[in-house]
């Protein structure tokens, strides 16, 4: 079993920056794709980005087109650690953030097929 600790939310104005964490509790998901995702109050989950490993120390990310060129997620393997980058953040970033887990490296845009999810972190931009 494997657990996911998001934390690094918070209240911040438009324009401003967040950094949020992801801590795994288990070294194996350092072979599995990871993802983040997000829900706002009365939608979906939606996907955010998701960093797939692709050997050795290589990893690669794919991102929504609502957050490409403002979000960064990387991994820090010595801290089992998924990072969000999130810049520029605007009022409609507001959500609760999640982390997941997945073994297969395959439809890592869909929520569904997710080993592991963390508890959600909320991130609240102001205008």
């Known amino acids: 079993q494997v657990q996911l600790v998001e934390s690094g939310g918070g209240l911040v104005q438009a324009g401003d920056s967040l950094r949020l964490s992801c801590a795994a509790s288990?070294?194996?998901?350092?072979?599995?794709?990871m993802g983040w995702f997000r829900q706002a109050p009365g939608k979906d989950r939606e996907f955010v980005s998701a960093v797939s490993w692709r050997g050795g120390s290589t990893y690669v990310a794919d991102y929504a087109d609502s957050v490409k060129g403002r979000f960064t997620a990387f991994r820090d393997n010595a801290k089992n650690t998924l990072y969000l980058q999130m810049n520029s953040l605007k009022p409609e970033d507001t959500a609760v953030y999640y982390c997941a887990a997945k073994a297969r490296d395959v439809g890592l845009r869909s929520a569904d097929g997710y080993d592991y999810w963390g508890q959600g972190t909320q991130v609240t931009v102001s205008s």
């Open positions: 288990a070294r194996t998901v350092r072979t599995y794709a």
